[in-house]
C-alpha cells in the first residue's frame, strides 16, 4: 500500500444526540453547495443506511459509509479519498458526537473527526435555552481538547432570538455561530419508524423538500465562514488499497421498498472485483435475472410481507436456485425472507423458505450495535477462524438464527452463536461491510464464478 496526500475541503456535522436534526441539516447543506456549483460528496458516520439514502437523493450521487469499528482508521481516510473526487465532503455524524462503543468514544463520530483531521460544526437545539447555550457548547468543545469543533449552527430559533445572543455566545465560547435554522413546518420534516427515518423512496417529493431546505440555508448561514472552515482543513493523508479482479461475474441484488440497505462501497467493491451487478426486484418481479450469485440486503420486508409471499414464483426460483448451490449472501431482511415465514401479530405469512424457521416480529431491539463476528466452520465468504466486524439492529428474531459464526460484543464478555453459512450460502442478521475483510468479498465472486463454470451449460 502506497502513503498519498490529497487536499480535500471537508467539515463535519455532528450534534449533542440523535434526533437533533443532522440529517435535516446535512441534506440542506448538500443541496444548497450542489446548487452553488460546487459538487458536494455525502458521507455517514457509522453503520446507519437511512440516512444516506437521503444524501443519495438529494445530491443525486452514492453517499458512502464511514464507519471505524467495522472498517478502521486506514480504511475509512482511503474511502473518503477516493469518493470524494472534488468539491467538498459533508460529513454526517452518528448520535452525539462523543458516543462510541458502550460508554467508550470509540467509533465515535469525535473519533472518524480525529481519524480524518476533519473540522467540526456542532448543531444545537436552541429552543428554550438563552445563555445556558454557552454551557453546551462549551461542555462539547472543552470535554476533549483536540474536539475539533471550529462552528456552531443553532436550531429551531428564529431570526430575531439568533441575533440577540450571537454576541454573547461567540464571547462566552469563543467559537463563531454560523448560522441558525427556523423551526419547520411539518412538510418539511422526514418522518420515523422502528428503524429511524423512513427511507427516502418513500418521500415522493424530496427534491422538493432539499430544495426548501437549501433555500432556507442560504439565507440563515454563513456561508464564507462555513466554506473558510471546510477548505482549511488540512491535507488528508491515506493509503492506497489495490484490489484485483477475481472473475467477470453477475450478482443479482434485491433492491426495492423492501430490501435497500447496502454499503455502497461494498457493492462498489464486488464490481471493482468483477462483479456486474444486476438489480431486481423481490416485490414485483417475477423471475431472477441472469445471475451466478444472489445478494439480498437488509430493509423492510415485513412492512410488504404479503406482497412478497404472494410472488410464489419468485420464490421458488430463488429457493430452487440456492438449493442448487447458487452463491448467496442474506442480511438481516434478506435472511428473514429465506425463512420459512414472517410472523407478525401471530400471523404466519409464508417466505422463500430456504430455513424451517420463523422471523418473528417484536416490540422491542432483539440485538442491536456493534459485533465482531468469527466463523466456526469454513464457509462461502469465510475459513475457520476468520473474523469481520460488523453490526445488528433488527425488531425481528428468528427460532433458527443459525450457529456458523461466533458474534462478541466489543468491551464486553456477552457473545452467542449466529449466521447459517455453507459453501454457498451465508445468512444471518449481522450486516457486513465487505470492506471490513476483503477476502470475504473475493470469496464471494470466486464463488460465483465457481457457480457459472458449473452451470454454465444449464442457464
Known amino acids: 500500500m502506497d502513503t498519498n496526500t490529497k487536499t480535500l475541503p471537508r467539515l463535519m456535522i455532528t450534534a449533542a444526540g440523535s434526533g437533533s436534526g443532522k440529517t435535516t441539516i446535512t441534506c440542506a447543506l448538500l443541496r444548497a453547495l450542489l446548487q452553488k456549483n460546487m459538487q458536494p460528496a455525502a458521507f455517514k458516520c457509522g453503520p446507519d443506511y437511512i440516512d444516506p439514502m437521503f444524501h443519495s437523493r438529494v445530491i443525486g450521487a452514492p453517499s458512502r459509509n464511514l464507519d471505524l469499528f467495522m472498517l478502521g482508521a486506514d480504511k475509512c481516510r482511503y474511502l473518503l479519498a477516493k469518493n470524494a473526487t472534488q468539491g467538498i465532503a459533508v460529513l454526517e455524524g452518528v448520535m452525539g458526537y462523543y458516543d462510541g462503543v458502550s460508554t467508550s468514544t470509540q467509533a465515535s463520530s469525535y473519533e472518524l473527526a480525529k481519524a480524518t483531521s476533519t473540522p467540526v460544526i456542532l448543531l444545537v437545539n436552541a429552543k428554550g435555552a ?10 462539547f468543545m472543552q470535554f476533549r481538547t483536540d474536539s475539533n469543533i471550529q462552528g456552531v449552527i443553532l436550531n429551531n430559533i428564529n431570526k430575531g432570538v439568533f441575533d440577540f445572543y450571537k454576541q454573547a455566545l461567540e464571547n462566552e465560547c469563543g467559537v463563531p455561530l454560523l448560522g441558525y435554522f427556523p423551526p419547520l413546518p411539518p412538510e418539511d420534516t422526514f418522518a420515523s419508524r422502528h428503524l429511524g427515518l423512513v427511507t427516502a423512496a418513500e418521500i415522493d417529493n424530496l427534491r422538493e423538500i432539499a430544495d426548501r431546505l437549501a433555500k432556507v440555508a442560504i439565507q440563515t448561514l454563513d456561508w464564507d465562514k462555513l466554506l473558510s472552515i471546510a477548505q482549511q482543513a488540512p491535507a488528508l493523508s491515506y493509503q492506497t488499497y489495490t484490489i484485483d479482479k477475481v472473475a467477470a461475474v453477475k450478482i443479482a441484488v434485491a433492491a426495492d421498498k423492501a430490501f435497500c440497505f447496502y454499503y455502497q462501497d461494498s457493492l462498489q467493491l464486488l464490481q471493482e472485483l468483477g462483479a456486474q451487478l444486476i438489480e431486481f426486484s423481490p ?40 438449493a442448487q448451490g447458487m452463491p448467496c449472501i442474506a442480511e438481516c431482511g434478506g435472511f428473514m425472507y429465506l425463512n420459512d415465514s414472517i410472523v407478525q401479530d401471530n400471523q404466519a405469512t409464508p417466505m ?3 430455513f424451517n424457521s420463523q422471523a418473528i416480529m417484536g416490540n422491542k431491539l432483539s440485538r442491536f450495535g456493534y459485533i465482531t463476528l468469527t466463523s466456526n466452520n469454513d464457509n462461502l465468504l469465510a475459513k475457520c477462524g476468520e473474523s469481520i ?29 449466529c449466521v447459517h453459512a455453507t459453501p454457498s450460502i451465508f445468512a444471518g442478521y449481522p450486516h457486513l461491510h465487505l470492506w471490513g475483510n476483503i477476502e470475504f468479498a473475493r470469496r464471494f465472486v470466486a464463488k460465483c464464478h465457481e457457480y457459472h463454470v458449473a452451470h454454465a451449460n444449464h442457464i
Open 352 to 354: 422463500v423458505g430456504i
Open 389 to 417: 466486524n460488523a453490526h445488528e439492529f433488527h425488531y425481528s428474531d428468528s427460532t433458527d438464527n443459525g450457529t456458523a459464526f461466533n458474534a462478541a460484543k466489543p468491551l464486553s464478555k456477552r457473545s452467542w452463536e
Open 130 to 139: 438563552a445563555l445556558s447555550l454557552a454551557a453546551t457548547i462549551k461542555g
Open 283 to 322: 416485490l414485483t418481479d417475477s423471475s431472477l435475472p441472469d445471475c451466478d450469485g444472489l445478494y439480498l440486503g437488509g430493509g423492510y420486508p415485513e412492512l410488504y410481507a404479503d406482497k412478497l409471499s404472494a410472488n410464489t414464483v419468485l420464490r421458488k426460483q430463488i429457493k430452487d436456485k440456492l
